[in-house]
T-cell receptor
Framework: QKEVEQDPGPLSVPEGAIVSLNCTYS??????FMWYRQYSRKGPELLMY????GNKEDGRFTAQVDKSSKYISLFIRDSQPSDSATYLC????????????FGTGTRLKVLA | SAVISQKPSRDICQRGTSLTIQCQVD?????MFWYRQQPGQSLTLIAT?????????ESGFVIDKFPISRPNLTFSTLTVSNMSPEDSSIYLC???????????FGDGTRLSIL
């Protein structure tokens, strides 16, 4: 079993839809959770960074962490064609290591 | 956030040759990392580039194959040595500007081995 599981998609939605992207993980030591967006031929771009459980909102993006279920989500409201990209979740344990564990990424396509 | 420049952005190389990839940051950073991204797979950490000392390699990666330098707080190189087609991948540099802050990535080097 992989430490981090992420549905690769592709996920196609109409413009304006609410998008839900998810990752599950097995290591209960993970405390820091990140979401990155990666456009074709570009590096991952940090979208959201959360510590421990709860919600964090930034514009149209909301990151949610449920540590009891070992489940994290990224919600995109009012999705736009420019949101079409691959979304990567990443996480790491609190101390003693800088190592991030990444999901494989979910390809999202927002249709105009 | 820090601006990270990687060179070259892409290359096509012959089997058995070596290529050095450069990562330049516009400000001093605490940590620098090298990752590999293969199609359909998650980003995999190759090593942590340590300033002034040997890099710390992850399981499955060795210094002879992926020598790394980090002469100062803004620059690092990764060499992919004695390349084979299995080394065809995207190689990414990332930085942690300050301890505890999230990592930021460069745009990567797309490497194809013939």
């Amino acid at each position: 079993q992989k430490e981090v599981e992420q549905d690769p998609g592709p996920l196609s939605v109409p413009e304006g839809a609410i998008v839900s992207l998810n990752c599950t993980y097995s290591n209960s030591a993970f405390q820091y959770f990140m979401w990155y967006r990666q456009y074709s031929r570009k590096g991952p771009e940090l979208l959201m960074y959360t510590y421990s459980s709860g919600n964090k909102e930034d514009g149209r993006f909301t990151a949610q962490v449920d540590k009891s279920s070992k489940y994290i989500s990224l919600f995109i409201r009012d999705s736009q064609p420019s949101d079409s990209a691959t979304y990567l979740c990443a996480m790491r344990a609190p101390s003693g290591t800088y190592k991030y564990i990444f999901g494989t990424g979910t390809r999202l396509k927002v249709l105009a | 956030s820090a601006v990270i420049s990687q060179k070259p952005s892409r290359d096509i190389c012959q089997r058995g040759t070596s290529l050095t990839i450069q990562c330049q940051v516009d400000s001093q950073v605490t940590m620098m990392f090298w990752y590999r991204q293969q199609p359909g797979q998650s980003l995999t950490l190759i090593a942590t580039a340590n300033q002034g000392s040997e890099a710390t390699y992850e399981s499955g990666f060795v210094i002879d194959k992926f020598p790394i330098s980090r002469p100062n707080l803004t620059f690092s190189t990764l060499t992919v040595s004695n390349m084979s087609p299995e080394d065809s991948s995207i190689y990414l540099c990332s930085v942690e500007a300050e301890s505890g802050q999230p990592q930021h990535f460069g745009d990567g080097t797309r490497l194809s081995i013939l």
